[in-house]
């Protein structure tokens, strides 16, 4: 988290990295300045609270990219699966991860008008960013995660829920499938479910059981894919005229619309046990100046491109 030089000695101390982070994030503040500095600076230094690691590692400095968690929706077109690509590499660079919805993607066989040929499906393209994870990670300042998401009800989920069998594939990724309420119901129905190609409108059924046992006997197997239940999520969407919200950040903490961002902090809830009792007092105050602290991040990041910047200062 510590600056250093190019031999890769550390020049700054501990506490000169705190002091940095709460100068540069109090800069968003227009009026007490000083004040809020100091506010920053004393939940940090406890270890009361602490930003996620780009924060502490880009505030202040020349890269300036102080989110952790990024969400980006891939459309069906070469042109938009490689900018995507593009964009991942300089979120990795700056220490951030990013979910990517593959939901999109024309499935494997699908003929492509444009140039005669078959699409290679979602999963394929995966291998791309994977591959292109490995490669930053290795100039990042550290290395870069992803969530690769895909909805139950595309025609290669069965290959996607079966990607990471191979324990040495796909080691940049998590993965995870969006469950709806309508699936749920057919495995509890005992039904089939349909798997729709969006582009063609053809559909295949399968019994809906038999993909959820094979959903659970591959995270039994190493513990993936996950289950998001995208339907729960979007009912409680605080901002649905923005739009349906299909992704998560990596560690699924934070769902998010395309092109949103998010800044994570912790808080360290047994620095508040004093004497055998909690100082709920003090922990009231500890939230109000890190939710402060991480609404000042918003204002002064540094954001990978145009589009994150407008969303996630449309959302804060």
């Given at each position: 988290m510590v600056k250093k030089d190019q031999s890769g000695k550390c020049i700054e101390t501990p506490d000169g990295m705190l002091d940095r982070v709460a100068e540069h994030i109090s800069k968003a503040e227009k009026a007490d300045k000083e004040l809020w500095k100091s506010n920053f600076l004393s939940i940090m230094d406890s270890l009361e609270f602490l930003p996620n690691s780009p924060t502490l590692i880009n505030a202040g400095r020349e890269l300036g990219q102080l989110s952790?968690?990024?969400?980006?929706?891939?459309?069906?077109?070469?042109?938009?699966?490689?900018?995507?690509?593009?964009?991942?590499?300089?979120?990795?660079?700056?220490?951030?991860?990013?979910?990517?919805?593959?939901?999109?993607?024309?499935?494997?066989?699908?003929?492509?008008?444009?140039?005669?040929?078959?699409?290679?499906?979602?999963?394929?393209?995966?291998?791309?960013?994977?591959?292109?994870?490995?490669?930053?990670?290795?100039?990042?300042?550290?290395?870069?995660?992803?969530l690769g998401l895909l909805s139950i009800n595309h025609p290669d989920i069965i290959n996607f829920i079966s990607c990471k069998a191979d324990t040495t594939e796909f080691q940049n990724f998590n993965i995870s499938v969006s469950v709806t309420n309508n699936f749920l119901k057919a495995v509890e129905a005992d039904t089939n479910f349909p798997l729709r190609n969006t582009y063609t409108k053809e559909q295949?059924?399968?019994?809906?059981?038999?993909?959820?046992?094979?959903?659970?006997?591959?995270?039994?197997?190493?513990?993936?894919?996950?289950?998001?239940?995208?339907?729960?999520?979007?009912?409680?969407?605080?901002?649905?005229?923005?739009?349906?919200?299909?992704?998560?950040?990596?560690c699924g903490e934070s769902p998010l619309l395309g092109n949103e961002s998010c800044n994570l902090g912790s808080i360290d809830v047994s620095k508040f046990v004093k004497n055998k009792k909690f100082d709920w007092d003090r922990l009231a105050d500890v939230v109000a100046i890190a939710v402060r602290f991480l609404d000042d991040v918003i204002d002064v990041n540094k954001y990978p491109n145009v589009k994150i910047a407008r969303k996630t200062l449309l959302t804060r």
């Open positions: 952790a968690c990024f969400v980006l929706v891939l459309e069906d077109s070469m042109e938009n699966i490689f900018e995507t690509v593009k964009q991942v590499a300089l979120i990795h660079r700056t220490g951030g991860g990013t979910g990517l919805v593959f939901s999109h993607l024309r499935p494997m066989g699908s003929v492509v008008k444009s140039t005669a040929g078959v699409a290679s499906g979602p999963v394929s393209f995966m291998r791309v960013f994977n591959t292109v994870t490995d490669v930053v990670k290795q100039g990042g300042v550290r290395r870069g995660a992803n295949n059924f399968v019994r809906a059981r038999d993909l959820f046992n094979l959903i659970c006997m591959q995270a039994w197997t190493n513990g993936e894919p996950g289950i998001i239940f995208i339907d729960t999520v979007n009912e409680k969407n605080p901002l649905p005229h923005l739009g349906r919200i299909e992704g998560v950040n990596p």
